[in-house]
């Protein structure tokens, strides 16, 4: 059973070029969250889906960020008009249920130059 | 949003039991408690979570307080592998939602 798969593991953009990141769940898994990482800082929460629906997104910023959770295909995290503040680390996690553990994939690291 | 306190750094010998402690005095009474760390710049990795009992796998214990106010995490025989970032986390679980809110953690030294 793999893991939580992230894609690309490193990505590198231009300001104001777009940033689409991609996470495929653990099998059988439909729930998704998305967080951030800024150098030296804790991970912050950006979006919680489950299958097609955004549950919450308290997390993420009001312009330029969306994420989607298809029904087929991976969760995608789109990041338009990138700007330098963007380069962080984004992290991808699972889980089965509510209360159950979530795993988290290795992380794609945005740089935008 | 983070609901928990931790110890900013802590260092162990090596082959030692480390206990990291989390103070979460305002948990409700359906939330989880879970640990995670983080070594180096990699994803987050799952350690163990409770709810109100003690808890134990092949990784490490969960401790927590009967009145759920705080708990221990211990690694029963550090190496100089355990060396990272540990997470506590209660789980809020809300409007359907269930996020975890990653505090600073505790930077776990493990001294050869």
């Known amino acids: 059973n793999a893991g939580v798969m992230q894609n690309p593991r490193h990505l590198v953009r231009r300001r104001g070029q777009e940033a689409r990141l991609r996470c495929s769940p653990m099998?059988?898994?439909?729930?998704v969250y998305w967080y951030r990482q800024l150098p030296e800082e804790g991970l912050k929460f950006m979006v919680y889906?489950?299958?097609?629906?955004?549950?919450?997104e308290s997390g993420m910023p009001k312009e330029r960020f969306s994420a989607e959770f298809p029904k087929e295909g991976p969760s995608i995290l789109r990041i338009q008009q990138v700007v330098r503040g963007d380069s962080a680390a984004y992290f991808c996690?699972?889980?089965?249920?509510?209360?159950?553990?979530?795993?988290f994939g290795q992380g794609t690291r945005l740089t935008v130059v | 949003d983070a609901k928990t306190t931790q110890p900013p750094s802590m260092d162990c010998a090596e082959g030692r039991a480390a206990n990291l402690p989390c103070n979460h005095s305002?948990?409700?009474?359906?939330?989880?408690v879970y640990w995670y760390r983080q070594i180096h710049s990699q994803g987050p990795q799952y350690i163990i979570h409770?709810?109100?009992n003690n808890e134990t796998n092949e990784m490490a214990s969960l401790i927590i307080t009967e009145d759920r106010k705080s708990s221990t995490l211990i690694l029963p025989h550090a190496t100089l592998r355990d060396t990272a970032v540990y997470y506590c986390?209660?789980?809020?679980?809300?409007?359907?939602?269930?996020?975890?809110?990653f505090g600073t953690g505790t930077s776990l030294t493990v001294i050869p």
């Open positions: 996690a699972s889980s089965r249920g509510v209360n159950t553990e979530a795993f």
């Open positions: 099998k059988g898994h439909s729930h």
């Open positions: 889906l489950q299958k097609e629906n955004i549950i919450d």
């Open positions: 305002t948990i409700s009474g359906n939330e989880y």
């Open positions: 409770g709810l109100k």
């Open positions: 986390i209660v789980r809020v679980v809300n409007k359907g939602g269930n996020q975890f809110y």
